[in-house]
């Protein structure tokens, strides 16, 4: 067979021969538990491609298909989705080694419709079943329309369509309800942990966007379904987004989206982490100086990101862009400034971990007296 290019990113690289070896693996695991007919609550619709012996679409139960994925790589369901959906092994591979997972979600939600032969078996009067691309891929759709994202107009579509004027711009606040709104609805499907990845991702891709439009070096960001969705994932998984930003703003090698990506993926954030991150900051030996004009640059063009965001965000998120900001002040070298910010994150929620590494790094003063006239805490109406 054909072999795949090799990887160009931090992944390894599969082959065909990786991909039709892993469908015959979930086909062997699920195969003694599938039948024809006989729908139930909690079965799956699941087609057997290339196989004579058993029923071309078949119901499987969800904990068995679930089950038949563990110990799998992380590439293994989304290249199932995409198999399942007619799309062929060694471009599967060849996607992957260019761009590794997401490259694949991305095709899935760009381009994959539903097989007609599962629409078949789930049209009246077996009526709307999920499918395994239901759950690996995080398609939510009615069997007749297409795809989520085509159909289910996405957070932005949505207020257009209902402006009345040309001037009816939906102001950030409320951009950032509806992003939420669908985030919920997103990761409480049985897709949920890989909607929440797709998010995830789109976010890293979103910060990166915003932090590298020169627009936004000397003014606030404006791009609003940008925004809402880094809103969202600062909301839902603050730690790793604290840490791509800090990494990304402070540190003087430029990350990858790869490495943002990968990063924003890790919920094994701790203390010692930030800690971590703040001494790579300011005690490494390639670190910044507090003056760099570099460093000015970045913090000046992350916090016209997050500066509309803090207006308008829901108010754990406004308090906790104290937080961050306090970790730029620190970096720059404004102690004081650094210690009043981050007291008033924690003085919000004391379990704020970013604010905490900040306050116990410069313990050694007296936090009260050190605490400066600077405040930068939320000042507007926030949700």
């Known amino acids: 067979m054909m072999e795949s290019t090799q990887s160009t990113g ?17 086909y062997e695991r ?9 729908f139930e609550p909690g079965l799956l619709v699941v087609k057997f491609r290339n196989m004579t012996d058993i029923a071309p679409v078949c119901y499987v139960p969800a904990d ?58 789930m049209t009246p009067p077996a009526g709307r079943f999920p499918t395994p691309m239901d759950r690996h891929s995080g398609i939510t759709h009615p069997v007749k329309e297409i795809m989520m994202n085509h159909v289910s107009a996405d957070f932005m579509l949505r207020l257009e369509a209902a402006a009345q004027y040309p001037e009816e711009e939906p102001d950030l606040n409320t951009v950032i309800t509806e992003a939420r709104a669908d985030y919920a609805r997103m ?11 797709i998010w995830r991702d789109a976010a890293a891709y979103n910060w990166l966007t915003l932090t590298s439009d020169p627009f936004n070096a000397t003014e606030w960001a404006s791009d609003s379904r940008r925004l809402a969705i880094v809103s969202t994932m600062l909301e839902h998984h603050r730690e790793p987004m604290d840490m791509m930003i800090l990494g990304t703003t402070l540190l003087p090698d430029e990350k990858s989206l790869q490495w943002m990506r ?11 982490k930030f800690d971590r991150m703040l001494s790579m900051a300011l005690d490494d030996e390639y670190a910044y100086a507090p003056g760099d004009h570099l460093l000015a640059r970045d913090v000046r063009i992350a916090m016209n990101v997050l500066d509309p965001l803090e207006q308008n965000a829901p108010t754990d998120v406004a308090w906790h862009i104290c937080a961050i900001k306090s970790a730029f002040l620190f970096a720059q070298g404004d102690h004081a400034g650094a210690m009043d ?36 805490g939320p000042s507007g109406p926030v949700l």
């Open 341 to 376: 910010l981050a007291l008033q994150a924690k003085g919000y929620d004391p379990s704020d971990m970013l604010a905490a590494a900040v306050t116990a790094r410069l313990s050694g003063g007296d936090p009260a007296g050190m605490a400066g006239t600077m405040t930068f």
């Open 64 to 121: 068995v298909f679930d089950q038949a994925f563990q110990g799998e790589p992380e590439w293994a369901s989304a290249a199932w989705t995409l198999l399942n959906a007619n799309q062929m092994a060694d471009d599967i591979a060849d996607t992957y080694n260019r761009g590794g997972l997401w490259a694949l979600r991305a095709w899935i939600m760009d381009d994959v419709s539903p097989d007609p032969d599962v629409a078949y078996a």
């Open 262 to 272: 990968r990063t924003l993926a890790d919920d094994d954030v701790d203390a010692a």
């Open 187 to 197: 990761t409480s499907s049985s897709a949920g942990a890989q909607m929440d990845a």
């Open 30 to 38: 699920i195969r003694p538990h599938a039948r024809p007919g006989g």
């Open 10 to 26: 931090e992944w390894p690289t599969i082959t065909e021969d990786d991909v039709m070896d892993m469908e015959s693996r979930i």
